[in-house]
RNA sequence: GGAGGCUUCGCCUAGUCCGGUCUAUGGCGCCGCACUGCUAAUGCGGUUUGGGGUAACCCCCCAUCCCGGGUUCAAAUCCCGGAGCCUCCGCCA
């Protein structure tokens, strides 16, 4: 449930929120009239079981004589009891479905506009230049003999792989990195999920326009995340936390699924757009107040990461029309591949404030009482998107790929990947 | 897959058999006050959450004993369905 105080303070800044989104801003009017139905349902239907309390307790302290009469007068109270209760049922579906229907205020600073809009807030690394044909991470990956595309086919239909040898040591190694990293920065590792119920899918915001994306495992109404962040959203549903533990950081690693609808011949070479991958993915809890320089944390931790791994990447503030209905505001980190000659998303940080923690009900305890807190959500490594990454940024003439000094430690201090053909 | 036990206001817990006196007991923790060189200890008081009323406070009303239905004038308590946890058996490793 959105947050309704807020609403009815100021419908104008929720109206203006919509339209920058290309939302319909007619949308927040339609909430504040189901909450006010709402409350006037809820207002009758509490008088009557005030009036049907009374009643009953009347009852025992009441003659033999009085009795019969008595319990028939509750009996007809009981009735509209049922009746108002029906209708504040009812209302309260109506402003569940009217409030959802709004998404979550974006920050002011955000620019206003659809993807073309997004600007470009830094670029971090030289591109490299190379005096031989560069290949892509498809031929890169099939030298060494670190990615198997048409058995992953094979076994499991299009976009889907095998890692194998190298390929299979890289995940491995960028997972430890990604570890290492997180765990220096304070974060608690964590090793998520990635079949989830329905709340935690829907808490989190991706039932909304995003449903067709999401894998459902119909015999058992539970679906297959599509980033860890669901379970790690869903980790304190229904709990108040305590501000001394406060902020609450989470490094999860978790496989991810992606139905990839509507995206047929997009990006249908390599592994940049899959079906599965694995992912490690910082997760945080913070008071509200402090959920912008939190983000701003997460997108330095992201550029760290990357910058260990020398990718060239350019940091992009994504325009308000294509934030998603739970990000308040959108980091994307994209780096710079070679064979296609521009920048793709490898890792994306958004601030979703309060959004999903009142839908999933997370609290944290104030001197005003409970109060939502904010999360945040930042990938740290999107493993098979970064291998095809690091083996075109890295490659060299022979079809050799050199790894990166941070990376060797975790690769039996291999500085160099030959290929195995 | 089979059988049984369990789920109560942050945590633990009484209450459930036999419906109303439950406005849910007690302890821990936490908050406030008192006392005390300080801390500790002790004493007293407070402490579920959500919705609504109120300019605000005090306070009042409604809901809330895992969730959803049902029975009843009345449900923590009885009945049905579901979820989760635990134990044992079976199966698999």
Not at 10 to 24: H, I, N
Not at 72 to 87: G, H, P
Not at 96 to 118: F, K, M, Q, T
Not at 300 to 317: C, G, M, R, S, Y
Request: proline share 5%; with cysteine.
């Amino acid at each position: 449930m959105i947050d309704l105080r807020a609403l009815r303070d100021g419908p104008e800044a929720f109206r203006a929120s919509q339209t920058a989104r290309g939302g319909d801003p007619a949308a927040v009017d339609a909430a504040l009239a189901a909450d006010e139905r709402r409350r006037a349902a809820v207002t009758r239907a509490d008088a009557l079981r005030a009036e049907s309390n009374a009643a009953s307790k009347a009852i025992q302290s009441a003659s033999a004589d009085e009795r019969p009469a008595m319990i028939e007068r509750a009996k007809q109270l009981k009735e509209s009891v049922k009746a108002a209760e029906a209708e504040q049922d009812e209302a309260d579906a109506a402003l569940r479905a009217a409030a959802y229907a709004i998404a979550n205020l974006v920050e002011p600073d955000a620019p206003v506009g659809g993807e073309a809009d997004s600007v470009v807030i830094e670029t971090v690394g030289e591109l490299p230049s190379y005096d031989f044909a560069v290949r892509d991470h498809v031929q890169l990956g099939e030298l060494l003999g670190a990615i198997d595309l048409e058995r992953g086919a094979k076994v499991s239909g299009s976009r889907f792989y095998f890692l194998t040898g190298v390929g299979a040591l890289l995940e491995l190694a960028l997972v430890n990195l990604a570890m290492e990293q997180a765990v220096a920065a304070g974060f608690t590792p964590v090793i998520a999920p990635a079949v989830v119920r329905p709340e935690a899918m829907e808490g989190t915001g991706f039932l909304g326009a995003h449903a067709a994306e999401v894998y459902r495992l119909e015999a058992d109404d539970l679906y297959l995340v599509g980033t860890s962040e669901v379970a790690l959203a869903g980790m304190h549903a229904d709990e108040v936390l305590d501000s001394a533990n406060l902020p609450l950081r989470y490094a999860g690693f978790s496989s991810c699924f992606r139905r990839e609808a509507g995206s047929y011949g997009v990006d249908t070479r390599g592994i940049i757009r899959v079906h599965w991958f694995d992912k490690v993915e910082m997760f945080s809890y913070v008071p509200p107040q402090e959920a912008a320089a939190e983000h701003r944390r997460l997108l330095a931790w992201e550029k760290e990461f990357l910058t260990k791994l020398e990718l060239p990447f350019q940091v992009l503030d994504i325009a308000t029309g294509d934030l998603g209905s739970s990000a308040a505001r959108k980091f994307d980190c994209e780096a710079w591949f070679p064979s296609q000659g521009r920048y793709r998303e490898l890792t994306s940080t958004s601030n979703c404030t309060t959004f999903q923690s009142r839908r999933l009900s997370i609290r944290y305890r104030t001197d005003d009482g409970p109060a939502p807190v904010a999360t945040l959500n930042g990938t740290l490594c999107a493993i098979a998107r970064t291998i095809a990454c690091l083996l075109e940024v890295h490659q060299q003439a022979d079809g050799s790929v050199r790894v990166p000094e941070a990376l060797r430690p975790h690769l039996a201090g291999r500085a160099v990947l030959e290929p195995v053909t």
